[in-house]
Structures are given as structure tokens and as C-alpha cells.
Nanobody, 114 residues
Framework: QVQLVESGGGLVQAGGSLRLSCAAS????????MAWYRQAPGEQRELVAH???????NYADAVKDRFTISRDNAKNTMYLQMNSLLPEDTAVYYC????????WGQGTQVTVSS
């Protein structure tokens, strides 16, 4: 079964940057549309960005022009470069497929202080 492991979160001041990583076991990663999601306290999980196997990307309006999603199919790894972070970006960040969700990982906590 494919497992997803997120890492790279932390505490950062507003305006700072973080780079998240998502490591996936299994070869299906290469053919899947992958995505980053986040869930703030008391809120529903929301889609942040997604990327096709060929590298086409799409972003939620709230993160457009600040976040960059990328992937390395050879390493079964996906990334989320987050710049100009805002306090409202504080959440647990998860990776998963865009369709046909896999079991969710533990996520990685991102906390942005004002």
C-alpha cells in the first residue's frame, strides 16, 4: 500500500519561507495527479495546489503567486515551496492524490507568527 510522509513544517515569522516535502512509497506516484492540502484548526481540509504527472500546476487563489508546487518523479517526491507566509497559512499540511485519495499521512504542522 502506498504511504505518504510529509515533512518540512515548522514555526516561521510572517513573510518567511518554508519548503515542504512529500515522500511516497510505491511506483504509482509517477502516474498520479498529486496535491497539497491543509487543515487549519476548526476548519475543513482544503486543497492548496495540485500538479499533474507532466508538471502542470494549479493553485488555490489564497496561495497563488506565493506557493510553488513541484515534483520529482524519479524520487517519488513532491514539494511545496511557500514564500511570503501569512498567519492565515497556519495549518497542518498534507499531501495526497488529487483523485482516489490514499490513506492520509500525519501531515506536517506549519505555524506562521505575526
Amino acid at each position: 500500500q502506498v504511504q505518504l510522509v510529509e515533512s518540512g513544517g515548522g514555526l516561521v515569522q510572517a513573510g518567511g519561507s518554508l519548503r515542504l516535502s512529500c515522500a511516497a512509497s510505491g511506483s504509482i506516484f509517477k502516474v498520479k495527479v498529486m496535491a497539497w492540502y491543509r487543515q487549519a484548526p476548526g476548519e475543513q481540509r482544503e486543497l492548496v495546489a495540485h500538479i499533474t504527472s507532466g508538471g502542470n500546476t494549479n493553485y488555490a487563489d489564497a496561495v497563488k503567486d506565493r506557493f510553488t508546487i513541484s515534483r520529482d518523479n524519479a524520487k517519488n517526491t513532491m514539494y511545496l515551496q511557500m514564500n511570503s507566509l501569512l498567519p492565515e497559512d497556519t495549518a497542518v499540511y498534507y499531501c495526497n492524490t488529487f483523485f482516489d485519495k490514499l490513506p492520509w499521512g500525519q501531515g506536517t504542522q506549519v505555524t506562521v507568527s505575526s
